[in-house]
């Protein structure tokens, strides 16, 4: 699917300005908004446990953006964003109390200071609409955008010290060098403002903010358990959740034709019309028609 909209914006970007963005951004985890966790009753809180502080750490960006109208552009982005937190006594995950926890047989429920560290490599399909185009070098857009994302994480002790006490790695790893499996592929979408400021013909600064759902439990790390009861037999059982995370991005445009993107005072020129301006310049001549004898 992927190398299709390459293509279909490779075909359209033969008639239009091809746009390039470069970025840096940074986010964090919000929430988990559909949460299928149910604890036990004979899970207590644990005394002092807090939920995790974000650590903004900086991933990147790369798009390539074709305009459709001189209001709306469409672009393919691939991203690579990184999600980070601290607590100096974690919440009653169930994760604590299921298999999955290395830690179980000593200490189901360790009390050190605990990390997570989460990377996504992201794949979308982006929109955006500028509902208040050009207004002083400015233009404000709504962004749209969908499409996947391949996570990989680790949970652990912030001191390391713990590691070896308990003779473990991680207490949770997935798609990481710590880990035997693979990265998740899920399923990510959302939508954010943000606004362009031109320096130049060819050159705009690039701000934006965006809300993304992602569907995935690890983003913070921990996997989710819901506590299953039946037949006298208790169990936890692995589930899944959407997240939301918040995410901010900044960068520079670079139009491959200095006429920047459609407008109404502004329209795009191909390649050909150029070529006719140079030569009728040097010639002094219309290419298309006899000169004097």
């Known amino acids: 699917m992927l190398f299709f909209v390459a293509m279909m914006l490779n075909a359209q970007g033969s008639a ?13 985890f919000l929430s988990e908004i559909v949460k299928n966790e149910n604890q036990p009753s004979l899970i207590p809180p644990h005394e002092g446990s807090r939920n995790f502080t974000p650590v903004l750490k900086p991933g990147a960006e790369l798009e390539v953006m074709v305009p459709f ?5 469409v672009g393919l982005q691939f991203g690579f964003d990184k999600f980070s937190g ?7 995950y169930n994760f604590f109390f299921s ?11 360790p009390g050190e200071a605990l990390i997570y560290d989460t990377h996504l490599l992201k794949f979308l399909l982006t929109g955006r609409w500028y509902f208040l185009p050009d207004t002083r070098g400015v233009d404000v857009f709504v962004k749209y955008f969908g499409g996947i994302s391949f996570i990989g994480t680790d949970f652990s002790f912030a001191d390391p010290y713990y590691q070896v006490q308990y003779a473990i790695g991680k207490l949770y790893s997935r798609g990481t060098i710590n880990s035997d499996y693979p990265k998740v592929a899920v399923v990510t979408g959302g939508a954010g403002l943000g606004f362009t400021y031109r320096l130049s013909d ?12 992602i569907h995935s ?19 936890m059982e692995r589930t899944n959740a959407l997240t939301a995370v918040i995410q901010g991005s900044a960068g520079i445009i670079f139009s491959a034709i200095p006429d920047r993107r459609m ?13 006719y301006k140079v030569i009728k310049k040097k010639s002094g001549k219309s290419p298309y028609k006899k000169g004097r004898k």
């Open 86 to 92: 601290a607590t100096p006594v974690a919440p009653a």
């Open 202 to 213: 060819r050159f705009d600064l690039y701000f934006d903010a965006t809300s993304n759902i």
């Open 69 to 73: 109208t001189p209001v709306f552009e």
């Open 16 to 28: 239009q300005v091809i746009r390039y963005r470069i970025g840096a951004n940074s986010g964090m």
């Open 99 to 109: 298999k999955e926890n290395p830690t179980r047989m000593k200490n189901p429920y």
């Open 263 to 275: 407008s109404k005072n502004n329209v795009t020129r191909s390649t050909k019309i150029n070529r």
């Open 217 to 235: 439990d690890i983003i913070n790390g921990v996997p989710n358990f819901k506590y299953v009861e039946a037949e006298n037999t208790k169990t």
